[in-house]
């Protein structure tokens, strides 16, 4: 090729071959004759072939060269055409793939039923979740490979924007039989002879070494896991008792067994969930994403993801 076609001009060109007449081509696509004629001339030029004949009295034609290149050329047009109607389907309407990277220990108690309203308004939609700390949630925003984000709202990085969901106060799980379970709050300080199992994950970790520390507390640490699951399982068979945030809507673990939530009092510097998303991304399914998380976190039944602090006994 000796130089780069326009889109433009490979419409013009089509337009014209179409109706057989630069004239009539040009009154299709609402400009002048001559423009319609310079635009054959630069996609001739561009291929270094002879594609049309031009004649006053019979209008333009193919060549022999010139059918080869038609479908290839109509081809290109139609490709892009079809990538603009997808951009546009995606700005305007919640179809696709949404890409959801979540550092929400409690995420399974919520996220499905906002995936679930979401998918009952379309049917073209994809939602795949991964599970991440709370850095690469953020990295993964950033460089693309998640649209949105659930997590806590710690260091978030320049860029992302983000809206609070959940404002979480931590109380302590213990095991349904233990003489806690009974009380109507916990402090810091009742720890100091109990057996602990902590939720071992970035952030989160640290945030609770560092309210044992302003409480003055060594904690006995006899158990971590990397799994809320796991933690909740190990407090239900007397391993230890544990300090978390969000809460499940059962008190069951999944072999069955009961733990108690019992708020800590005084409270302690509580976690913040939020919904992370670029400010510049208006593709219509993430907005909507954010918009029903957001609206479902509006809602009362939200509270059983919580522990009051007011009094009120909740079991989990």
Known sequence: MN???????????????????????????????????????????????????????????????????????QSLLDDYESLMRDGSDMRTQPTGTLRVGYYAPVAPAFMPKVISRMMTDSDDVVVKFFECDNQSAQDGLVSGAYDAIVCVADAMKPGIKYEQLLEVAAYVLVPASHPFSTLPSIGMKDLSDQKIVLLDLPVISEYYATQFDNEGVSPNVVATATSLEMVRSLVANGVGCSVLHMKPATEMTYAGDKVTAVPLLPPVRPLKIVVGHLPDNPRRLVRMFVEELCAFFQEPETQKLRVLTNGHRSRV
């Open 3 to 73: 130089g780069e076609i326009t889109l433009r001009a490979l419409r013009y060109f089509m337009t014209a071959i179409r109706v057989g007449s630069i004239t009539e081509a040009a009154k299709v696509v609402n400009v002048v004759p001559s423009a319609v004629h310079t635009a054959i001339n630069q996609v001739e030029a561009a291929f270094g072939l002879q594609l049309t004949t031009r004649n006053r009295a019979t209008g333009i034609s193919l060549t022999a060269t010139g059918r080869q290149m038609e479908a290839k050329i």
